[in-house]
């Protein structure tokens, strides 16, 4: 076989998606212990981040007490954010070392770079997706417990839905965003390993 029709079948292998599906979610189940901190993580900067913003619904449906969220409170946010950024990508850097011989294994049964990427944004979605969701229920908790003692637990019903719902796409989206964004470059790491460098590493 040529080498031109070689590169032309190797370019057709192709990974399903249920397979990505099915090896991000062993892996995250075989690296539970350091999956689950790096959501908690997250879930500490969306929860802050739900909180300020359901604070904010709160104060102006209640515009009388004259109160407002400080600038200063946003900033805080951004820079609990920012750190879940840094630990995440401080997390998937040390998981791509860990891995090495089997990204070298998987990419000589025939796995592409965009495949081992593909692997790593699947769990980072996956990460970022059940951070963002717990980081909304955990951030509306606190400020319904709160603000339910302060202003009687029927504020709830005058927090708007279409609020509510936008709270909640904010806190999943910038789980979402932040868990893939600090993995990009880890998962470059891993798209460049090459499996004969791979099997003489010791991890």
Known sequence: MSERNSREVIGKVELPFKEVLDLSFKSIRRRFAKAAITIVTIVLGASFLTFLTMTSIVFR?????????????????????????????NSMTIAVYERYKEIGIIKCLGALNRHVLLLFFMESTMIGLVGGVLGFVCGSITAIAIYGFQLGFDMILRIPLFESLFCFGLSVIVSF?????????????????????AFRVEV
Not at 67 to 87: K, N
Not at 178 to 195: D, E, H, L, Q, R
Request: charge should be neutral; proline fraction near 4%; hydrophobic fraction near 40%.
């Open 177 to 197: 965003g932040i868990s893939v964004g600090a993995t990009m470059y880890p998962a470059y790491k891993a798209t460049k390993s090459k499996p004969a460098e």
């Open 61 to 89: 449906q209640y515009a009388e007490a004259g109160t407002s969220v400080e600038a200063y409170q946003y900033w805080l946010s951004f820079i609990s954010l920012l750190l879940c950024v840094v630990s995440i990508t």
